[in-house]
C-alpha cells in the first residue's frame, strides 16, 4: 500500500511560478522513477516530465526550458518547480511512481492538484 500526496497548486498570473510537491508514503516499497502528468477537461492526459532514481530526465517539449523536476530519494518525494507559466498550462497535474512491490512493477496515482495560469 502506497499513498501519493500531491501539494503546492494554486492560482497564479501568466509568467508567474508555482512549485508542486509530491510525498510517497508507505512500506516494503522501493520507488523506481517518478513523474508529473497533467490533464485539462476534455483532453487526454499528458506527460509533462519524469525522472529515473539516477535522475535521468525526460521533459515535454512544450515544458522543456520552463519546467525542472527533482527528487530526494531519502525523502521518497518529487517536485516540480514551474517558470515561466502560461494559461496553456492550466490542468490538473498527477504525480505518478513506479514502485517495486513484490517483486513487480506498479503505477501508483496521486489525487492531483489543480494549476490554474490566467492571462
Known amino acids: 500500500q502506497v499513498q501519493l500526496v500531491e501539494s503546492g497548486g494554486g492560482l497564479v498570473q501568466a509568467g508567474g511560478s508555482l512549485r508542486l510537491s509530491c510525498a510517497a508514503s508507505?512500506?516494503?516499497?522501493?520507488?523506481?522513477?517518478m513523474g508529473w502528468y497533467r490533464q485539462a477537461p476534455g483532453k487526454q492526459r499528458e506527460l509533462v516530465v519524469d525522472i529515473t532514481r539516477g535522475g535521468n530526465t525526460n521533459y515535454a517539449d512544450s515544458v522543456k526550458g520552463r519546467f525542472t523536476i527533482s527528487r530526494d530519494n531519502a525523502k521518497n518525494m518529487v517536485y516540480l518547480q514551474m517558470n515561466s507559466l502560461k494559461p496553456e498550462d492550466t490542468a490538473v497535474y498527477y504525480c505518478?511512481?513506479?514502485?517495486?512491490?513484490?517483486?513487480?512493477?506498479?503505477?501508483?496515482w496521486g489525487q492531483g492538484t489543480q494549476v490554474t495560469v490566467s492571462s
Open positions: 505518478n511512481a513506479g514502485v517495486l512491490m513484490d517483486r513487480r512493477l506498479r503505477d501508483y
Open positions: 508507505g512500506s516494503g516499497f522501493y520507488i523506481n522513477a
